[in-house]
T-cell receptor
Framework: GENVEQHPSTLSVQEGDSAVIKCTYSDSASNYFPWYKQELGKGPQLIIDIRSNVGEKKDQRIAVTLNKTAKHFSLHITETQPEDSAVYFC?????????????FGTGTRLKVLA | DAGITQSPRHKVTETGTPVTLRCHQTENHRYMYWYRQDPGHGLRLIHYSYGVKDTDKGEVSDGYSVSRSKTEDFLLTLESATSSQTSVYFCAILSSGQGPGNTIYFGEGSWLTVV
C-alpha cells in the first residue's frame, strides 16, 4: 500500500550546524509534499511545502528538495537554533477526484544542542 | 491559525464508556479529518468528511464513528472506549483551493486517556 518512510527517527545537532531529514514515498502519483513541525503539547504546524513541478524551495533557513525519479524529498535546516528543536513530519499527498489523501511519515525528533 | 477548536483538550475516561470529541471550524472548509497520533506510528487517519453528512473511513477506523450535521462541526465518537484508544487526537481541515497542493492544517489536539 501507500507508504512514506522517514529517517532518521531522532537527530541531534550542535547549534549552528545543519540538519537534514529524508523521506521516501511509494506512490508515484503523489504530487504535493508538505513538512510539519510539532512542538511539545501542540498540533503540527506547516513550515514548508513543495509541489511536484518544482525541484527545490527555500524559505530563510529552511529548504526542501524533491527528487521525483527516486521518489524522495528532504528537509534541510541551516544554522540550527535551540527553537528548532521539535518533531518534524513529512507527508505525501495526491489530490484527485476531490479526495485529498495524505500519508505521513513517522516523524523525526530533532534536538539542537546549545 | 486555521480557526480550528477541539474540545475537550484533555479527558480521562473509563474502559467501556462512550466518548465524543468535537472539532469546530470557523472558516467554512469542506474537508475535515480526524487523526490519531501514537509513538512510532506518526499520524494515522481515522475518518474524514468531504461535506455535511458525507464521511468516509480512514486507515484506523475500527471502534470509531463520526458525524457531520453542519459544516463547522465534525464529531468523533468512541462507542465503547478501550485502552488501545488512549492517544492524542487531532482534527484537521483542508485549506480551500484548486488542484493539487491543498494543505492540511491541524488543531491543537485532544489528549484522551482510557483507564
Amino acid at each position: 500500500g501507500e507508504n512514506v518512510e522517514q529517517h532518521p527517527s531522532t537527530l541531534s545537532v550542535q547549534e549552528g550546524d545543519s540538519a537534514v531529514i529524508k523521506c521516501t514515498y511509494s506512490d508515484s502519483a503523489s504530487n504535493y509534499f508538505p513538512w510539519y513541525k510539532q512542538e511539545l503539547g501542540k498540533g503540527p504546524q506547516l513550515i514548508i511545502d513543495i509541489r511536484s513541478n518544482v525541484g527545490e524551495k527555500k524559505d530563510q533557513r529552511i529548504a526542501v528538495t524533491l527528487n521525483k525519479t527516486a521518489k524522495h524529498f528532504s528537509l534541510h535546516i541551516t544554522e540550527t537554533q535551540p527553537e528548532d528543536s521539535a518533531v518534524y513530519f513529512c507527508a505525501a499527498s495526491k489530490g484527485t477526484s476531490g479526495t485529498y489523501k495524505y500519508i505521513f511519515g513517522t516523524g523525526t525528533r530533532l534536538k539542537v544542542l546549545a | 491559525d486555521a480557526g480550528i477548536t477541539q474540545s475537550p483538550r484533555h479527558k480521562v475516561t473509563e474502559t467501556g464508556t462512550p466518548v465524543t470529541l468535537r472539532c469546530h471550524q470557523t472558516e467554512n472548509h469542506r474537508y475535515m479529518y480526524w487523526y490519531r497520533q501514537d509513538p512510532g506510528h506518526g499520524l494515522r487517519l481515522i475518518h474524514y468528511s468531504y461535506g455535511v453528512k458525507d464521511t468516509d473511513k480512514g486507515e484506523v477506523s475500527d471502534g470509531y464513528s463520526v458525524s457531520r450535521s453542519k459544516t463547522e462541526d465534525f464529531l468523533l465518537t468512541l462507542e465503547s472506549a478501550t485502552s488501545s484508544q488512549t492517544s492524542v487526537y487531532f482534527c484537521a481541515i483542508l485549506s480551500s483551493g484548486q488542484g493539487p497542493g491543498n494543505t492540511i492544517y491541524f488543531g491543537e489536539g485532544s489528549w484522551l486517556t482510557v483507564v
